[in-house]
């Protein structure tokens, strides 16, 4: 009993002292290899080394693409929820990072972005957001106020359905 209990603190001994230190900003995931946190970049993440910060609204993904030789602020090529890419990362020698913008009023994005693209709006029955498109309005066909709730149910109102029911009000008023 008592050589178990040795056995199993020099084990823990060991693991403690071959723990793996890494730079700020950065982990391990085997022990063996440090990398830099997503929203980070570096070209070494050991002890001692620095990773960057991504600028602000835009991320990274961990491992080996955004840790490395010849890696550098490319490696930050995605825009976090709420922002769309105008402009993609590039990698080439001093590199840059994405280029994002927030979404308009009532829309987002459903993950991070790397291509450049659009947010959409949180009413389904609104119109696409576009470069010439960029507040959220009720499509052709639909009227009303595009709900301004995630998840929220569609207040774009179909036209069909505007007519039927002034159809509705207009016999009721025939029949008085």
Known sequence: MNKLLLLTIFLGIVGYCTALDCATGASTQDNI?????????????????????????S?????SANTGPGINIGACNQCVNGYYVTAVANTASSGTAVQCQQCPANSTTSSAMSTVGFCTCYDPNAAPLSSSVTTCACKSGYKGTPTTTAGSASTCVANSVILSIFAALLSLVFLF
Do not use: L
């Open 33 to 57: 290899t440090c990398y830099c946190a997503h929203g980070y970049y570096g070209t070494d993440a050991s002890k001692g080394q620095t990773c960057q910060r991504c600028p602000d609204n």
């Open 59 to 63: 991320t990274s993904t961990s491992g």
